[in-house]
C-alpha cells in the first residue's frame, strides 16, 4: 500500500456508505489529498450527490 500512495497523486474515495474509511487516513499520513463524496446520514434517503465540502 505504501508503494501505491507514494506512486499516487490524490486518493479518490466514491462510497454510497463507509464506516471508518481506514485507506482515507493512510493516505492523509502519506501526505496525499483525499477527495471523496458526501454521505449522507442513515434513514435520510438523501445520497448525497454532492461533493464533500461543496457549497450546497
Do not use: H, K, W, Y
Given at each position: 500500500?505504501?508503494?501505491?500512495?507514494?506512486?499516487?497523486?490524490?486518493?479518490?474515495?466514491?462510497?454510497?456508505?463507509?464506516?471508518?474509511?481506514?485507506?482515507?487516513?493512510?493516505?492523509?499520513?502519506?501526505?496525499?489529498p483525499?477527495?471523496?463524496?458526501?454521505?449522507?446520514p442513515?434513514?435520510?434517503?438523501?445520497?448525497?450527490?454532492?461533493?464533500?465540502?461543496?457549497a450546497?
Amino acid at each position: 500500500m505504501r508503494a501505491a500512495l507514494a506512486a499516487a497523486q490524490a486518493l479518490v474515495l466514491p462510497s454510497f456508505a463507509e464506516g471508518l474509511p481506514v485507506v482515507a487516513m493512510e493516505a492523509m499520513a502519506a501526505g496525499r489529498p483525499v477527495i471523496g463524496t458526501l454521505i449522507a446520514p442513515a434513514g435520510t434517503g438523501d445520497a448525497g450527490n454532492q461533493l464533500a465540502g461543496a457549497a450546497r
